[in-house]
């Protein structure tokens, strides 16, 4: 999913990069304009999709990490994901926690 918008964000730049060419080129204002929306929100894009690569790095599960914390580590029982039994819920299928 993420290497789609990585492309989109590209591919936009790009647009912005190739339309400021064209505007130079014609002497176009609108041109320019559209260029530089282009420009921008390939920017805005790359950067919501290094915000969000940031976001699901935080989500990854270290357990070696919380054991250290001195969190206790089980696996849910209906779906044997690894979770923290101070959740007390699973992180992937809901069920109640117990120890
Ligand atoms: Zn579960």
Known sequence: MNRIYSVLALLVGLL?????????????????VIGALMLVLGILLTVFIMTMNLYNKDQE??????KKQGLTIMNCKSCSTENVLEDKYCRKCGEELEE
């Open 61 to 66: 599960f270290d357990s070696e990490g919380l």
């Open 16 to 32: 912005g990069v190739s339309l400021f060419i064209i505007s130079y080129q014609n002497e176009s204002m609108f041109m320019l």
